[in-house]
């Protein structure tokens, strides 16, 4: 039995999505609370299996909840809220970098089924995750385990991959927000590869995401459009908008429609495979926390082709899914914790530029 706590300013909404899960004969709605603060008492109380949270509360909004049941009651955390403006969507960012664990658009139709179907799929999903407490400080830098920078180039100069990457590409799932802050700021704004991304996210909350990841990087980011060079300025970063795979055909930008690749548009895989084709040694990767299998495949596809590839360790992984399906298929050139990835990656660029 899956144990839900529902958090929502409003009753109305509240009563609804407790009426949906209680038609599910695996999932329990254990409490309700109406403001951020109450979530926190009952959580830490009644201590249930997933919590399912709206951003705009009174008392203690949905951020500084999720801040202080990840401290203090580490739970898998579904953000259920309205993507009306920037501010509320970049809430959601910031909780979902702060622990929060998934996030899907709060429907507008009451009598919308398909909505019902994908809220309580999400909330099956999340429970399966296993959340710790103080999630921010599995990045703290004084960890014992954490490499040093000069550690993390002696490693790269020391192997036998070529390195002279002139793309960069990342894939991220659950947990993604947060890596991908750690990673994009890592890795110096004037490089002169081109980075791009893909991430799955709710389509609702995809549009801004690149303009957030550039603020909290102070990045220029932006989301890529069709036909665009991929090579152009550097510092470049690519996001891939929702519903369409981003990938590249001799050295353009393309947005495709073709069908989903593990029920995801974007697909990592695609991306991956599409530089490998068109970069061989000439490209870097890196795929990062997330559930499923998408990027493995095609961050092998990188390697076999001459690439730099990275998959992010069990550690630091908010989900060790993709990670771990790319390194069981040997497509990993390497396993590091996510604050290496970035200098790692960077590497890969900055003895080309030296050469």
């Known amino acids: 039995m899956i144990r839900v706590l529902v958090v929502d300013d409003s009753l109305t909404v509240r ?3 407790i009426e949906i899960l209680a038609q599910e004969p695996d999932l329990e709605v254990v409490g309700e609370a109406g403001d951020g603060r109450r979530a ?5 109380r009644l201590r249930p299996d ?3 949270l709206d951003l705009v ?3 203690m909004n949905g951020l500084a909840a999720t801040e202080q049941i990840m401290a203090h009651a580490p739970t898998p955390i579904l953000i259920v809220s309205a993507s ?3 501010g509320e969507v970049f809430e959601t960012y910031h909780a979902l970098a702060a622990g929060a664990v998934d996030v899907l658009d709060k429907s507008r ?8 179907d994908r809220f309580v799929a999400a909330v099956r999903m999340v429970s399966k995750i296993k959340v710790i407490t103080h999630i921010r400080a599995r990045l703290d830098p004084d960890r014992p385990d954490r490499l040093s920078a000069p550690e993390v180039r002696h490693r790269a100069l020391n192997d036998h991959c070529p390195a002279n990457a002139e793309v960069i ?16 700021g890592a890795i110096t704004p004037k490089l002169s590869a081109t980075i791009l991304i893909v991430l799955h996210i709710d389509a609702a909350f995809s549009s801004t995401f690149a303009e957030w990841l550039g603020v909290q990087t102070s990045r220029s980011i932006r989301v890529a459009h069709d036909g665009e060079q991929v090579n152009g300025a550097p510092g470049r970063v690519l996001f891939a908008p929702a519903g369409k795979h981003l990938v590249v055909d001799r050295g353009l930008v393309r947005l495709t429609l073709h069908p989903p690749r593990h029920h995801c548009r974007p697909s990592i895989d695609a991306l991956f495979e599409s530089i490998a084709f068109g970069y061989h040694e000439r490209c870097a990767a890196g795929l990062l926390t997330g559930m499923g299998r998408d990027g493995a495949a095609g961050l092998l596809a990188i390697r076999q082709a001459g690439g730099f590839t990275v998959a992010q360790d069990e550690a630091t992984s908010i989900v060790y899914g993709m990670p771990r399906e790319a390194v069981a298929c040997g497509a ?12 790692a990656l960077e590497l890969r660029v900055r003895r080309k530029e030296r050469g």
Do not use: C, Y
């Not at 590409?169 to 994009?184: D, F, K, M, R």
């Open 109 to 116: 139709d009451v009598d919308d089924a398909s909505w019902d």
């Open 15 to 17: 009563q609804r999505l």
């Open 50 to 52: 997933v919590v399912t």
């Open 40 to 44: 926190v008492e009952l959580t830490q």
């Open 57 to 59: 509360l009174p008392d």
């Open 84 to 86: 009306f403006n920037r």
């Open 332 to 343: 990993a050139d390497r396993v590091l914790p996510l604050q290496d990835i970035g200098p």
């Open 169 to 184: 590409a990342l894939g991220a799932s659950t947990g993604g927000p947060g890596a991908l802050v750690e990673v994009v």
